[in-house]
């Protein structure tokens, strides 16, 4: 099997970049489809405007729905279409992104991304999670590239909500765990091929960071300030996430997560929350030693990620429940078949009881 790394053709970091964002499209095109929701639009739409009008550049900012589904997808290719669209531009979470590239791909456009947040490693992949119109989990759609660019505003970023910064540490925080049972199992990754050592560099660079500062990037974030803490969370977050798990390979704690969107208690979690008790249970299913389960633990505890199923809002134990979710979590397709031994629901079943245990104690 060949090694593959894939990654954005540009990758922009900073302060107040997003001042500049009319330069950075320009070389793409100069009729710009930009989507947004209407908390973001209202944040960002007149500082973007001002840019693509420095830059000689049009803008047509559009209203996202907030569900990354096909239905949105399709509307919002009709505004592109009408409008004559050269480069399609996604600004602010992880839904809103992956609905730009879908568009893009679809219209055989250029995307740019442009997270407000630093939630999830959405932005800088070759794909996007489509769910249904209801929020549950439909399918991953893959694409041949990954954006022409992404440009994170640490700025903006870092006065934004901290629990999505925590949110986007718990979907971080998978990355080297999934990365090295892939590797193990010998299995493709969403590259298409075998995981290079530089991907696994990253993704294990991506895990140190969080331990190393995590809890101080939280703290900052609380302040709505930026640091050196919050500059490497939301690399690590964003850049050393998704270079890692695509192109290091997603295993069970994803598969987990996809699995935990069929219980409505947890419908109100953000991704990254969701994959942390994800991560949690998939080294309770490898038997990792507990040293390192109680890393991840203390960890998750010290910038508020939830560790058991209380904290994600599941009052009552229900085992039949739980083995839905565990069924959901080993459907053909989903990524826990990259684990390097056979993964059955009761397996699964069982180590996220074991894992909500261990989270409560």
């Known amino acids: 099997m060949d090694k593959i790394i894939i990654s954005p053709s540009k990758y922009v970091q900073g302060a107040n970049v997003l001042g500049s964002i009319g330069e950075y499209v320009k070389p793409l095109g100069t009729k710009v489809l930009a989507i947004a929701d209407g908390f973001v639009a209202e944040l960002v739409g007149a500082q973007v405007q001002t840019s693509c009008d420095q830059a000689d550049v049009e803008l047509s900012l559009e209203q996202f729905g907030g ?42 456009l250029p995307v740019v991304v442009v997270p407000t947040i630093a939630s999830t490693d959405a932005p800088t992949s070759a794909l996007s999670v489509i769910y249904t119109e209801e929020g549950e989990f439909s399918e991953y759609l893959l694409y041949p590239s990954n954006p022409n660019m992404v440009i994170m505003d ?28 892939n590797a193990a199992s010998g299995k493709a990754t969403m590259a298409g091929g075998a995981p290079t050592r530089s991907a696994q560099a990253l993704a294990k660079l991506c895990y140190e960071t969080l331990i190393a500062d995590g809890l101080k990037a939280k703290i900052a974030c609380d302040q709505n300030l930026s640091s050196t803490a919050v500059e490497n969370i939301i690399e690590a977050n964003t850049y050393l996430s998704g270079i890692g798990f695509e192109s290091s390979g997603l295993a ?6 996809n699995g935990l969107t069929k219980l409505e208690e947890c419908h109100h979690l953000y991704h990254g929350e969701k994959v942390a008790f994800g991560t949690l249970t998939q080294l309770v299913l490898e038997n990792a030693p507990m040293e390192e389960i109680n890393e991840v ?65």
């Open 67 to 108: 569900e990354c589904s096909r239905p949105e997808i399709e509307r919002l290719i009709e505004k592109a279409n009408a409008f004559g669209a050269e480069v399609i531009v996604g600004i602010g979470g992880g839904k809103t992104l992956d609905t730009a590239k879908a568009m893009a791909f679809y219209s055989k």
């Open 154 to 181: 640490t700025q903006i970023i870092a006065g934004a909500p901290t629990r999505l910064l925590v949110a986007g540490m718990g979907d971080a925080l998978s990355t080297y765990f999934e990365a090295r049972a």
């Open 252 to 257: 069970a704690a994803h598969a987990i997560h």
């Open 297 to 361: 633990i203390t960890f998750c505890r010290s910038v508020g990620l939830p560790t058991n199923l209380k904290e994600m809002g599941v009052s009552e134990i229900n085992r039949d429940k739980l083995l839905e979710v565990a069924e959901a979590s080993c459907a053909e397709g989903e990524t826990i078949h990259n684990m390097p031994f056979v993964v059955t629901p009761e397996l699964v079943l069982s180590a996220m009881l074991t894992a909500n245990e261990l989270g409560s104690l």
